[in-house]
Structures are given as C-alpha cells and as structure tokens.
C-alpha cells in the first residue's frame, strides 16, 4: 500500500525525476520572498519567529543532558544568545540506533513521503531560516532566503530524486527460472530488501549550513538510515530549526522522532568532532570545511562512507573578449559576492602578460587589471547598495587573511571597511585585489585564501594559463574554473584543461550568471573528481551507497511444471 505521504508529494517527485533526466531549469520552491507566494505577512512572521529565539533556550525535545550550549554571534554585530539542549554521543548514538530498526522497516515508499514532507514544511518556513541564516553566516538578506531556504532546498529535492531513482530500481522480489534441457528448469523465488547502511553524521559549515548540509541529510533520511545533525558552532540555528521540523514530522507520521538528531556543541569542538566520527555506530559522513578537517574524516573514519567538500582554488583565464566591460562586471560581482566565502567563488585571474585581444584591439597586462580593479570599486563605491551584495564577514580569520594577503604582492584594488547603514557593528569589508606573478608567486596561487582575497597573475601566455589552471584544480582542488575567449580552438582547450582537472567549466560569463553559482537538478556541484570534493551534489553516486541491498532465495517449483489436476503448482 502507498505511503500517504508518498502519494501526496508525488507529482512534486515525478517532476524532479524528469528534471534531473534533462538537466533544464526547474523548481517547486519560488526563490523570491514574494507576498503572493509566500503569504503577505510571511516576511514579518519569519522575522519575528527568528528574533523569538534569541536570548533564550531552543526547545528541542531530544535526549539531552540537562546543560545548554550556544556562543553565536552575528556578523552583523551582535549576539544571538541562543542556548541549545546540550547532547553527547553516548545518548544521541543509543537513541538512534532504537529509532532506526522502525524506520528501515517503513520501507522506501515512507523514507521518501516523510523526506518529502519535511521539504515542503521547511518551505514554509523559509523567511524564519532566512534571518536564521543571515545572523548565523553574514550572508545578506537576499541571498541569506534563496541560498538558505528554496536553493537549499532544491538540492534536498535532487537528493531525494536521486535516492528514489536509485531504490525504485531495485524490485522488492522475482521469479527466476533456469532451462535444464530435457528436464524440468531450475525455479528460484527471490526477495530483495533494501538495508540502510546506518547511522549518519552531517557536519554543517558556517558559510551554507543549509545548502551544503541538507543534500547530505535528506540523502541519509531517504535511503532509510537515521542521521545526527552536527551543525558548525558558528551557525547552529538553521539547522536546530531544520532538525525541529523534520522531528515533528516524522512524530506525525509514527516513528520515533530520533530518527534525526541535533548535536550543537561549542567553539574549539574538534576533539569531540573527531571522537564521534570514528565511533563503530556511524557509517555515513557529510562534511563541508577546511582541507584539514576533511582530509582526517577521509583518512581516519574508515568505518563509514565518508563524502566532503573541502577548500579548493578556482580560477578564471583571460584570453581574449568582445566586450572588456561586460566581462569585468562579471567578474567583480562574482569576487563581491558574499565577500568570497562561497566555495565556488574566484581566486586565480591568469592573464598574458603580454596582454589579450579585444574587440578594440590589443589591451595591455596593466590594461586588463586595472579594468579589473575598477569594476570591483565601481560595485562597492556605494556602501548602501555593497552591502547587499558583500553581506558580512563571517569570522575574524577571515578579516586577518585580507590584511595578511595584502603584502604579497602590488595592491590593485584594497579592501576597506564599509558601514551598514542598519548594523552599525558589521563585519563588511570589500574585495581586495593583488598583482601576481606565475613566474615567483606560485606558491601563493597554489593557496587558497578563502574570503575576499583574489590575485591577477601575469603567466607567459594563455597555454601556460590553462595548464596552471589544470594542474592547481587537478593538484590541490577546484570547484569552478572560468574563461573568457574568443578563439574556439582556445576554448576547445579549456574544455580538456577542465576534464583533465575534473573541475566544471563556465564560458564567456558576461551577464546575469555567475561563475560561483550552481543550479540544482542542472548542475553537478562539484565532480568529485579533484581533492576539493570526493563527491558531487547531486549524482547517483552520492546516494547509492548510503543502502545496500539484501538478498534471501527459494527453491520453488518452476512455472512451466506439470502439476495434477485441481492442484496448483
């Protein structure tokens, strides 16, 4: 019998099967707080349910020890004061491994309803993660609702499509018969069980605790398995409210709710992080941070199936354009955008040192960075309006390596600290731009330096660009690599630098797409292919291995068989 909640959000599924088959534009979830989808007073009742949290205790009806924890702090300026319902591993573990056995037995049908259940609530509830989201990371608002709530929210769908293409390939039984010549065939009747591999681990980042946490999550709760939810220390809020609704609803629909978890911890948690991850009870991982943390869990968790998106240095190359303007706007907005803390965003910007073509004719090295330099002061020249783009700074080191980066080289375009005209305490500072050289400053372009920090490189042509490009994506990883030509045979070059490096490439960007943004149910966030990701959101591969499947078998008499009258075989 269908799950009733299967039933009710199946055509949503049947959509999202569709789209990922061919990878076009699609959405259930309006990615602009619009009144006239959301509600009129969506907006306010999502602020007002954010500022509800604040300076007191998250209820959250889970097993805990009796203590509180939470040190959040806003970017822009002030304290959440949120205390969560402190947890350890000794309780959370127990609680889910008893929540599990009801759960696998739901079977498929109900892991996808109640996942897909819990989707369409956290939709609604997508202007209280928004605010969430915004005083947890420092993104703007803006982006805080569309990266936080709908885009988060479309990976956890493609997720989901994925987990069910996967399952539904597997039948729950057949009849097998084998020719025997003259005589009678060989008839087996099999039965074949989907098993969750386990518990899972997601390990949230301060940067996109929602969009880089839920994938993971909602992959581990649609192929059946029970999940801990371990959001970074700095931004525990989005997902506290994330593992609130998922509980209530896996309540309503009769299972025990410790099927997902929270485990909110304080600042400096890394010891407790990394005794978790290796207990025997875990077998699935997701995490998004540093190359350090991830390259432990992959090194030391071998217990469980580990995927993680870690740092990584993208690039853009320069080689020729038709229009200088257009293709500099592109790129400054990309390096603005949220003050470089996406994963995606630009670093490395190689171009000749001899200079590029234009449609205007030859341009200078010095030309082409200076157009760059200028696009990036021309975005944030108004501070009213940089703020809506840059957000906040998410954290001191981040602050610290811009005024670390600034003596590497000649200082194109400087970072300055901006004023938000409604947070007088924020965070914002503006790109800053450097001057590199390919021939000395190697080491510095082989690192990333993540934030707001960017360096046009002199190389001694576009070949040598494209192959430092390959070789730092291939080397020491890249999410995204971007480049502007008008020569075919250049791009055709891009094209087999890209695959050779396993990292995505974007073309000739001169309008309202971004090198640093991903689409979910069109493009493969990451490749899995180069050490700043093992995996790729969202492919079959980051899902078929959370189950496995279990086999039992049956001599039974075969089909074909003479059977006496008035009997059946």
Known sequence: ?????????EDTLKHALAAIETRGYWSPFAEMPSPRVYGETSNAEGEAAFKAHLHRTFELDQPATGETVGAEVSPYGFALDVQYPKASADTLIPAAVA???????????????????????????????????????????????????????????????????????VPTEAHWEKPQGKNPPLAMKKHYAIAPRGIGLVLGCCTFPTWNGYP?????????NAVIVKPHPGAILPLAITVRIAREVLREAGFDPNVATLLATAPNDGPLVQALAVRPEIKLIDFTGSTQNGTWLERNAHQAYVFTEKAGVNQIVIDSVDDLKAAVRNIAFSLALYSGQMCTAPQNIYVPRDGIRTSEGHLSFDDVAQALAS?????VADPARAVEVLGAIQN?????RIDEARSL???????????????PGARIRTPLLVQLDASSDLATARSEWFGPVSFVIATDSTSHSLELASSIAREHGALTLSVYSTDEAVIDAAHEAAIQG??????????????????????FHGTGGNP?????????????NRFRVVQSRVHVAPTNSATPAGQTA
């Open 99 to 169: 929540a599990q056995d009801a759960w696998r037995r739901a079977g498929r049908e109900a892991w996808i309803g109640v996942s897909l259940e819990i989707l369409a609530r956290l939709n609604r509830a997508s202007f209280e993660i928004a605010y969430s989201v915004m005083h947890t990371t420092g993104q703007a608002f803006m982006m805080a609702f569309q990266a936080g709530g709908p885009h988060a929210q479309d990976r956890a769908l493609e997720a989901i499509a994925y987990a069910w293409h996967e399952l539904r390939r």
């Open 396 to 400: 001191e080191g981040v602050a610290r």
């Open 409 to 423: 080289g000649r200082v194109l375009a400087d970072s300055v600290a901006l004023e938000h005209p409604a947070f």
């Open 375 to 379: 696009a990036v002061q021309k975005l």
């Open 532 to 544: 700043a990701a093992n995996a790729a959101l969202t492919d079959s591969a980051f899902v078929a």
């Open 502 to 523: 396993r990292v995505a490439l974007s073309i000739n960007l001169t309008g309202g797409v971004f090198v640093n943004q991903s689409a979910a149910f069109s493009d």
């Open 1 to 9: 019998m269908t799950h009733p909640l299967f039933a009710k959000h």
């Open 216 to 224: 993971g999550l909602f992959a581990d709760l649609a192929t059946g």
